[in-house]
């Protein structure tokens, strides 16, 4: 993976390549969030009536930034862009901002493009893991939460309007993608903080969410090769 791949993927995405090559807020903010372990029914009461309907909508869409803090350099790495989640076909992230490159994860695979034209290309059969990480995906941003249960720990607060959901890894494997997570919002998703095993940590912030209940034709085409 080269260096600008690297830098215009999310945190999460960085850490599944890792994780692919092994297998073949505020500090304040996160203690009290991980202070208070729940079940997923538990954190489902949390959420607003439109949170708990993002995990039956066919489709998510939305612009995001991005800001990932490296230990080793002064100020954060800054992207940004829209993304796609269209259930029946997968996931595409689309870097616009400092440089355009789209992610697009798959059933059938992973594909990298770069001012549109394919990169580099994974498929499922060669690295049957991408289903799980496809799995994760979807179910991190679209607030999934049995799906998140079956590898994560859930620990959820409410304050007002606003909930908070924490996620710690159950296994080895599951830790090469992030260390521990938060996700804030209202009534979507509104900004995920992602904090890996070295003290790196990636804020994405999620901005104009919308749901919609079925992927239109240009939806489609990002997940065309």
């Not at 600008?4 to 203690?31: E, F, R, V, Y």
């Not at 901005?207 to 034709?217: E, I, K, R, Y």
Request: proline content about 5%; overall charge neutral; charged content about 20%.
């Amino acid at each position: 993976m080269n260096r600008k791949m690297k830098s215009s993927l999310p945190m999460l995405a960085i850490g599944l390549a890792a994780w692919i090559n092994c297998i073949g807020g505020t500090a304040t903010a996160a203690d009290a969030v991980f202070a208070h372990r729940a079940d997923p029914a538990t954190v489902q009461k949390l959420l607003s009536a439109p949170a708990r309907e993002l995990s039956r909508s066919p489709v998510l869409r939305g612009h995001f930034s991005q800001r990932k803090f490296l230990r080793e350099l002064p100020t954060p790495l800054t992207s940004s862009g829209d993304f796609l989640f269209a259930r029946d076909l997968g996931i595409s992230w689309h870097t616009r901002v400092p440089f355009d490159s789209e992610f697009v994860l798959s059933r059938t695979g992973m594909m990298q493009k770069d001012s549109g034209s394919v990169a580099m290309s994974l498929s499922s059969d060669q690295q049957p893991a991408l289903q799980i990480a496809l799995r994760l995906f979807v179910g991190l941003f679209s607030l999934d939460l049995d799906a998140l249960a079956a590898d994560f720990d859930l620990y959820g607060i409410k304050t007002g309007e606003h909930w908070q959901l924490g996620l710690k890894p159950k296994s080895a494997a599951m830790s090469a993608v992030f260390n521990e997570a938060l996700v804030d919002g209202a009534t979507t998703v509104e900004s995920v903080e992602m904090h890996d095993a070295s003290g790196d940590r990636t804020l994405i912030t999620i901005l104009d969410m919308q749901t919609a209940p079925a992927p239109t034709p240009e939806d489609r085409r990002h997940f065309a090769r």
